[in-house]
C-alpha cells in the first residue's frame, strides 16, 4: 500500500500471501495437515538462508563461501534422518516429563529463534506453559523459577557459543533443574552436565537452527500425545489468522 515491493514466501499455491505480494516462492513442501506447523517452518528456514546466500552473493560473499554453504544445504536430508533415528530416545525423555506444569527453552546466537520456536511448539500442542529466553539474559529473570520441577531445555551445539552455554548450564544445574540439551554429536563433555541429551550431527553454525528444531518438535509431539491432546487440531488454534 505504499509502494513497498513485497517478497512472500508461502507453502499453499494460491493462498492470500502469493496472491497479494509483487514476488515469492513455494517452499513445496506439501499439504500440512496439522495447525502447528513444523515442515512449513523448517522448509521456510530452508529458503530464508539460500535467500540469504543469494543476497550476499549480490554483495560482498566469496563463490567458494556460498558453494560451501549450498554444499551444506544439500547434506540435509541425510542429516535429518541422522536425527530421527533418536525417537525413541526422545519418547522416553518426554515420558519422563510428560507432567510438568512449565518448562524453559534456553540458545544464544543462531539458536536463540530455535528456543522460542520449540516453546511455543509445546505450548500449543500439549497446553504447557513453555519460556523460550535468550540464554545469555537468564539471569533477568528465569532463573529464579528454577528448582527440581523446572524442567530446563538448552540447545548447546559445538559453536561460538558454546562455552558461554556450558556456564549457563553449570548455573542452572547449581540450582538443581531438570536439563535437557541438543548438542552435537561427539560431545561427551556435555553429558556429565545434564540429565538428558538429544544428539544431531555437527553442521554449519548458521544453519544449525533446521536441524536443532526437529529434536524438539518430536519431543512437542510425543509430550502431547503422552497427555492425551490433539496434535492436529489444537484447542482455540486455527491454521489462518483471520482478525488483527
Not at 38 to 55: C, E, G, N, R
Not at 163 to 188: C, F, M, P, Q, Y
Not at 219 to 234: E, K, T
Amino acid at each position: 500500500r505504499k509502494q513497498a515491493k513485497v517478497f512472500g514466501i508461502c507453502n499453499a499455491v494460491g493462498s492470500t500471501i502469493a496472491r497479494e505480494t509483487d514476488a515469492g516462492v513455494y517452499l513445496h513442501a506439501g499439504p500440512e495437515i496439522g495447525v502447528a506447523s513444523t515442515k512449513a517452518f523448517t522448509s521456510q528456514v530452508t529458503v530464508l538462508s539460500m535467500m540469504t546466500v543469494l543476497l550476499a552473493r549480490m554483495s560482498t560473499m566469496s563463490a567458494s563461501k556460498g558453494r560451501e554453504i549450498v554444499k551444506e544445504l544439500k547434506l540435509l536430508p541425510d542429516r535429518v534422518e541422522r536425527i530421527l533415528k533418536h525417537r525413541d530416545q526422545i519418547e522416553e525423555i518426554a515420558d519422563k516429563y510428560w507432567q510438568m506444569p512449565n518448562f524453559l527453552y534456553l540458545g544464544r546466537g543462531f539458536n536463540f529463534p530455535v528456543a522460542l520456536e520449540g516453546a511455543l511448539k509445546l505450548k500449543e500442542i500439549s497446553y504447557i506453559h513453555a519460556e523460550g529466553y535468550p540464554a545469555a539474559e537468564m539471569k533477568h529473570g528465569p532463573i529464579a523459577l528454577i528448582d527440581e520441577n523446572m524442567p530446563v531445555v538448552f540447545i548447546a551445539t559445538r559453536d561460538s557459543t558454546y562455552e558461554k552455554i556450558v556456564s549457563n548450564i553449570e548455573e542452572v544445574r547449581a540450582r538443581k533443574g531438570k536439563l535437557i540439551a541438543i548438542a552435537t554429536e561427539g560431545d561427551t563433555y556435555i553429558k556429565t552436565k545434564v540429565d538428558h541429551v538429544i544428539y544431531v550431527p555437527p553442521f554449519m553454525e548458521m544453519l544449525t537452527p533446521i536441524l536443532t528444531i526437529i529434536p524438539l518438535q518430536l519431543l512437542a509431539y510425543y509430550i502431547a500425545v503422552r497427555r492425551g491432546c490433539d496434535v492436529d487440531q489444537p484447542r482455540n488454534l486455527a491454521k489462518s489468522v483471520t482478525v488483527e
